[in-house]
T-cell receptor
Framework: KAGVTQTPRYLIKTRGQQVTLSCSPI?????VSWYQQTPGQGLQFLFE???????NKGNFPGRFSGRQFSNSRSEMNVSTLELGDSALYLC?????????????FGQGTRLTVV | GNSVTQMEGPVTLSEEAFLTINCTYT??????LFWYVQYPGEGLQLLLK?????DKGSNKGFEATYRKETTSFHLEKGSVQVSDSAVYFC???????????FGKGTTLSVSS
């Protein structure tokens, strides 16, 4: 069974640009969450999608947005990139939207903003 | 608010040593608690979990007990191996849904 697939794996963008990252969850999984991982702040929750609806959002500015499609694939978008947005962005999928459900993580997209 | 505090690393041990990585949490209600592990070059994966007070999660020789009275979920292993070298993250799930609050991570390095 294929795992969580994130594309692209690496990205270099210029300050002020926007970027879209993609996540394909494990087949049959309906919940997708996004996280930002940086050396200083660690892993921080961005948002959670279930059945094409955002269910939870972390404490990030409005420049960070996402969506989920009917096939559960998800994208996140960051507009007006800042140097501080350089990070590893992780996507996780879960079978259902229950509190103790295991989250399966992708390898991440490494975004570098220059 | 909800938060997780875990001991700073790196933790350096010899093979077969005893491991403890401390984790304490702050949360309203009754969160579920997790340990995730990130091996070099791999993605995060669930190591173990506990969903209510006094539950013990265990996997691959690792154990952690959900202690509500001390708001802790310390990770232990009786005899570590070189292959246990990784970054360990304590996390909680405070509410309905799958959003996780992570600690900063503890790097474990085991030498033979």
């Amino acid at each position: 069974k294929a795992g969580v697939t994130q594309t692209p794996r690496y990205l270099i963008k210029t300050r002020g640009q926007q970027v879209t990252l993609s996540c394909s969850p494990i087949s049959g999984h309906r919940s997708v969450s996004w996280y930002q991982q940086t050396p200083g702040q660690g892993l921080q929750f961005l948002f959670e999608y279930f059945s094409e609806t955002q269910r939870n959002k972390g404490n990030f500015p409005g420049r960070f947005s996402g969506r989920q499609f009917s096939n559960s694939r998800s994208e996140m978008n960051v507009s007006t990139l800042e140097l501080g947005d350089s990070a590893l962005y992780l996507c996780a999928s879960s079978l259902v939207r229950e509190r103790a459900t295991e989250a399966f993580f992708g390898q991440g997209t490494r975004l570098t903003v220059v | 608010g909800n938060s997780v505090t875990q001991m700073e690393g790196p933790v350096t041990l010899s093979e077969e040593a005893f491991l403890t990585i401390n984790c304490t949490y702050t949360a309203t209600g009754y969160p579920s608690l997790f340990w995730y592990v990130q091996y070099p070059g791999e993605g995060l994966q669930l190591l173990l979990k506990a969903t209510k007070a006094d539950d013990k999660g265990s996997n691959k020789g690792f154990e952690a007990t959900y202690r509500k009275e001390t708001t802790s979920f310390h990770l232990e292993k009786g005899s570590v191996q070189v292959s246990d070298s990784a970054v360990y993250f304590c996390a909680l799930n405070p509410q309905a849904g799958t959003a996780l609050i992570f600690g900063k991570g503890t790097t474990l390095s085991v030498s033979s």
